[in-house]
């Protein structure tokens, strides 16, 4: 794992928690050496502080996601929601305030960990691994989507949503059931953060063959994946 903190006391205790539990941290200071480091392809995921002396975080982050998929939990001051937001539109998976419990961010590192690198034998026998509807194609194994032939980067989150959206296409989902199954935590109806996943989703998978949305938001409870008639299908 790469951390990426100015903040070196802090650095030092989440790498000594960590330890306990299995976890190697590599630990940088500065935007731009935490740059260079998360695209060097050596690190299953990267903790992104925001406040960074030379580089801010968001900056960061931004320069990540034109070069890779590499799963990020950006940490950002507490109760500041505009960052957090940025951070989540820029492709962040998930978000972490300060000051945090060493214990939950473990637990969100888990998560993320969880939904990146999925374990091929824990797909069941017979469960499909191929989903269809309309023209996006989702390949659980390889963990790409096809929309019309052309390939499309999701970040983890965003894939397991569209994975979740295609298996209950035409069925309204709540943003309960979406926080709990995807970000693997309690909901909190203060938490907009699965909204902002979604929108970003929908932006990356335009409307629909007819020029209808794909995503429907459904007031006070959640959303609902449109679909044609009969356009629904899956592969072995």
Known sequence: MLLV???AELC?????????????????????RGLESSLSGKHAIIVLDVMLPDMDGLEVLRRVRAQSRVPVLMLTAH???QDRILGLEMGADDYLPKPFNPRELSARLQ????????????????????LTVDDVELDKRARSVRRGGEE??????????????????????SREEMVQTILSREFSPFDRSIDTHVSNLRKKLGPRLDGLERIKGVRGV??????APDSRGGGP
């Open 12 to 32: 030092q205790l989440i790498s000594q928690y960590l330890a306990k539990e299995g976890v190697c941290v590599d630990a940088v200071h500065t935007g731009k």
């Open 152 to 173: 499309i980067s999701l970040t983890t989150v965003e894939f397991d949503l569209l994975e979740r959206f295609l298996k209950s296409a035409g069925r309204v989902l």
């Open 5 to 7: 903190d100015d903040d």
């Open 111 to 130: 998560a993320i960990l969880r939904r990146s690198s999925p374990n091929p034998w824990e797909a069941g026998v017979g469960e499909t691994q191929r």
């Open 79 to 81: 109760g500041d929601e």
């Open 222 to 227: 959640g959303y609902l994946y449109l679909v």
